[in-house]
Nanobody, 129 residues
Framework: QVQLLESGGGLVQAGGSLRLSCTTS????????MAWFLQAPGKEREFVAA????????DYADSVKGRFTISADNAQNSVHLQMNSLEPEDAAVYYC??????????????????????WGRGTQVTVST
């Protein structure tokens, strides 16, 4: 079983930055992709960003393009989410997610939560005005 541990959440003023990190418990784990989702109170979980482990290909929700950057650190089995120009609407619990290892010759839809097999417990991001 793979465990994901998130860190880096907290309180920030609007316009500020935070960097979230997620580390996997298994050093030899090579998922197809890792991602970040958010969930605000009373709302469904939403896709934020994803990275394909082998290629570094990334995908972002329209709402965060140009503000957030996802990156994979293969040596440390970690993924990071640099969040800049934070807005009150970004406030939520952020969850790290990882797929099982697999390969595909066809494009994979990274934005759906059903793709991901492992989830962290979440880290709270609060943005004050």
């Amino acid at each position: 079983q793979v465990q994901l541990l998130e860190s880096g959440g907290g309180l920030v003023q609007a316009g500020g930055s935070l960097r979230l990190s997620c580390t996997t418990s298994r050093r030899t784990f090579s998922p197809y992709a890792m991602a970040w989702f958010l969930q605000a109170p009373g709302k469904e979980r939403e896709f934020v960003a994803a990275v394909v482990w082998s290629s570094g290909t990334t995908d972002y929700a329209d709402s965060v393009k140009g503000r957030f950057t996802i990156s994979a650190d293969n040596a440390q089995n970690s993924v990071h989410l640099q969040m800049n120009s934070l807005e009150p609407e970004d406030a939520a619990v952020y969850y790290c997610a990882a797929t099982r290892p697999f390969s595909s010759q066809y494009p994979v839809l990274l934005t759906t939560a059903h793709l991901y097999d492992y989830w962290g417990r979440g880290t709270q991001v609060t943005v004050s005005t």
